[in-house]
């Protein structure tokens, strides 16, 4: 009985063989097939590294990373206006990425979670001389503003140096007039609203002279009406 | 060619991988031989996974099919047992997910940070009989990821390494699955008995 379905089977496959029905796919079939798994996976990895770099860039231009220094209250807004989309876009590629160099040896060989944390550090790694060594995203940005970016390239960079809107309590500004610890600001999103910031009596910059009319800086408050309680100011070296 | 040495007469027969190669040369009756070698293990190794005869069967016979097609893509210089169980392997944990409708596991968490490796030969020989009568009693009752590694490892014979190469998993993976597969199989088999004695 084993026998018969023994050369069944066999007799089934070889038919289908003799009769052209199958064929063998030729070698450079696989080897199409694996170049073409390297290309994807080099794709994926450049995506993602360029959009961490663009990530890292966007937080710097629109000066999100002030919020960082100015306590508590600017870590939480840090983390209200961080680009969480671009975070999770990054992480899906990352994890993408994972899955296509599991086919490859050296991805099931290794521990997974090693060859994840290899994924994130040449990610990050590159996405950080990327954007502090090439000077591309600054380049981008110029053309995303005169309409010289194919999308989506220009939607990304169009909303790179975007800022939370004018009754958020933060701003990019320049200073009108300082008197103690008030000064008085124009927003440089309309340079026709004028408003008063407040700096802490403590603040020591609300008596020095660190900052001066004409000064642009970046503010981080409450908005009350034409007045901002700041919990953190800071000067731009390169406002936009 | 290579020859290996098969059945008590010691008669010398081409080995797997000189097989395969004729094959690849464009010797397609010798693919045949390839499959009467086969099939009755991959049998053995889909019944672990899957209970219908049938489907078992179908599955085997694709196992075949996609081997004569892929061919080409296998090297020569290593072993084919271990390449031909990684097509099986596919073929029966597909079948099983459609069967149970269980959804993809992307991440196994054995998988994610390193194991020892070291492979001791004395335990397959030691516990061989005692596992492989757990195996035909409360096999069934094993997660399917336990399931292929005692069957790969004490009935198949095969190695860690190949092991790891036809699930796709670290080789210190294979280890710890399978230190964990024996006790889940030990209280499992534990459990039938307790419940036929009582």
Known sequence: MEHNEQTSLKEKVLGRIQSKKLSMHPKYYFWLR???????????????????????????????????????????????????????????????????????????????????????????????????????????????????????????????????????????CVIVAAEGNTLTLADLRATSTQFMVTLPLNDPRATSSMLKAGDMVFVAGERRGEVIEVYGIRPLKNPR | ???????????????????????????????????????????????????????????????????????????????FSPWIYRIAHNAFVNGLRKQKRSPLVFVDFDTLIAHPAYEDPLPREREAAEIKQMIEKSLESLKPKYREVLVLYFLEELSYKEIADIIKVPTGTVGIRLKRAKEALKQSYEKIQKHHGA
């Not at chain 1, 290794?110 to 591309?136: H, R």
Request: glycine share 8%; hydrophobic share 45%.
């Open chain 1, 34 to 172: 694996v170049a073409a798994l390297v290309v994807v996976s080099l794709l994926v990895l450049l995506i993602s590294i360029f959009i961490f770099n663009f990530l890292l860039f966007s937080v710097r231009i629109s000066s999100n990373d002030a919020f960082l220094g100015f306590g508590p209250r600017g870590w939480q807004a840090f983390l209200t206006f961080f680009p969480w989309d671009l975070l999770a876009v990054d992480a899906v590629l990352v994890a993408v990425l994972l899955w296509l160099l599991r086919q490859f040896k050296f991805g099931y060989k290794n521990p997974m979670l090693y060859v994840l944390l290899g994924i994130c550090v040449l990610t990050v790694g590159a996405g950080v001389v990327v954007d502090q060594t090439t000077g591309i995203n600054e380049r981008f940005l110029k053309d995303a503003h005169e309409h010289r970016l194919p999308p989506p390239l220009v939607g990304l960079y169009g909303r790179a140096d975007r800022m939370p809107g004018p009754g958020s309590g933060v701003c990019r």
């Open chain 2, 1 to 79: 060619m290579y020859y290996t040495k098969v059945g008590s007469d010691q008669l010398l027969q081409p080995s797997d991988e000189a097989l395969a190669k004729l094959v690849q040369d464009g010797d397609q009756n010798y693919f045949g031989i390839l499959v009467e070698r086969y099939e009755a293990k991959l049998l053995r190794y889909g019944r672990k996974f899957l209970s219908r005869t049938e489907d078992i069967e179908d599955i085997v016979q694709e196992v075949f099919i996609n081997c004569y097609q892929n061919l080409q893509s296998f090297d020569t210089t290593q072993k």
